[in-house]
């Protein structure tokens, strides 16, 4: 599992309130990802960063605010939830992969959280 | 647009049979790609990998083929068993600026019938 926890695990919460989600990682990795998953739809990333303090949008960060003060952790913030919003939530680290030629970046996920948002 | 997909959304198996798993790509610049599988309520779970300059990589009960002229890859799970029922998803890893992008399929489901 790459050493890779999210929280909390479950939250149902009402339209308009602000939500922050955790991702905490104990192995270092320079890259983080947060991603949603939802029926019809591959994982869709919504930000990611690059190192403390560094970050990126992804496909579908509107709504999403993300921030990173320390490597292990890794916060995503709904300013103001809505239903559309409601969603299973993963982060993932980025580990290389040793392949002959080289290596390749390779992506490994948390257990997930779902939300509800009514 | 460019996309990754699955030819089918579900796949049923007789236990102890073989099972396979398709995967279409239409990004030519993608030079990686990854095996998932998903099982209910949890996390993607890394199953296997290939590089462009392969075409084939065996693994534990698992094979990923890569047939880049037609940009299709499979995942062959030999002795199928109920272990493997879960969602099973193709990624594909590509350079986008100065980071490198994974693209997900939208799964296709297994179940392993007894």
Known sequence: DAGITQSPRHKVTETGTPVTLRCHQTENHRYMYWYRQDPGHGLRLIHYSYGVKDTDKGEVSDGYSVSRSKTEDFLLTLESATSSQTSVYFCAIRADREHSGGTRETQYFGPGTRLLVL | ?114
């Not at chain 2, 997909?5 to 099972?19: M, Y």
């Not at chain 2, 693994?59 to 062959?76: E, I």
């Not at chain 2, 350079?95 to 939208?106: E, I, K, N, V, Y």
């Open chain 2, 1 to 114: 647009g460019e996309s990754v997909g699955l030819h089918l959304p579900t796949l049923s198996v007789q236990e102890g049979d073989n099972s396979i798993i398709n995967c279409a790509y239409s990004n030519s610049a993608s030079d990686y790609f990854i095996w998932y599988k998903q099982e209910s309520g949890k996390g993607p779970q890394f199953i296997i990998d290939i590089r462009s300059n392969m075409d084939k990589r065996q693994g534990q009960r698992v094979t990923v083929l890569l047939n880049k002229t037609v940009k299709h890859l499979s995942l062959q799970i030999a002795a199928t068993q109920p272990g493997d029922s879960a969602v099973y998803f193709c990624a594909e890893n590509r350079p986008s600026g100065s980071a490198r992008q994974l693209t997900f399929g939208s799964g296709t489901q297994l179940t392993v019938l007894p």
